[in-house]
């Protein structure tokens, strides 16, 4: 009886020395990669790719995210850290197309910034241009980057795209007070006529910006695209 306690108490003893153990690797283990994973993501706001690289080499993903959430790529390109980008892009298991919580992608910030050399990596790597929601294009329109949506367009962004609320591009840049994307847009054959969920066309953004000439050739534009593109041809 005495004996048969004596070994169930060892057994328990055992198995809580056991579980207490791999409770403590377990927290060296996390301790050991917290720092490198704290020192990867300052890294890559800093545009420092050696330690990017050295923290990577200690176990820390290209694809972690952030306490947000945020994927390490599009921190770097948000904080235009484009050596990082760089870098992490390059790697053949780096998601490309990973957004923050937002839905933004590394691609849509340097569009964004008019990184044009990025946003050229970025899709030579296979990025992709043309995705649900909010685009590249979006982002590069609102923000004036000509070039930027030159070069989406020659690389069959689509132009009309929808945002979750119905807003294309020509919409992002007359709201933004961006008149030379948004003439450029409609030369390459951007629909001017839309609503969004908001009810706001094109024309209607500039005339909530004051932009009076602006609204009035958007309107022209519109009466133009209804009648060359949606009249009914004779019977």
Not at 131 to 143: D, E, K, V
Request: proline share 5%; net charge positive.
């Amino acid at each position: 009886m005495i004996f048969a306690c004596y070994s169930r108490c060892r057994r328990a003893l055992q198995k809580a020395l056991t579980t207490a153990f791999g409770l403590l690797l377990v927290a060296m283990a996390c301790s050991a990669t917290a720092q490198p994973l704290v020192d990867f993501f300052r890294a890559a706001a800093l545009d420092d790719v050696a330690t990017v690289r050295s923290a990577m080499l200690k176990g820390v993903s290209a694809n972690a995210r952030d306490s947000a959430g945020t994927p390490a790529l599009v921190v770097a390109a948000r904080e235009q850290s484009w050596r990082v980008v760089r870098a992490l892009a390059e790697l053949k298991g780096t998601d490309l197309d990973a957004t923050n919580e937002q839905g933004a992608s590394a691609l849509m910030y340097a569009a964004l910034h008019g990184e044009l050399p990025t946003v050229r990596f970025l899709v030579g790597r296979g990025a992709q241009v043309n995705r649900p929601g909010w685009t590249a294009l979006h982002f590069a329109a609102a923000n004036g980057q000509v070039e930027v949506v030159k070069y989406l367009l020659e690389e069959s962004a689509y132009i009309d795209a929808e945002s979750p609320n119905g807003t294309t591009p020509l919409m992002m840049a007359v709201r933004q007070g961006q008149p030379t994307v948004a003439q450029l847009l409609v030369a390459e054959g951007a629909d001017p006529t839309p609503r969004n969920q908001s009810g706001r066309t094109a024309a209607d953004y500039a005339r909530g910006n004051g932009e009076t000439e602006l609204a009035a050739w958007l309107t022209r534009q519109s009466a133009e695209f209804t009648r060359r593109y949606r009249t009914p041809g004779p019977r």
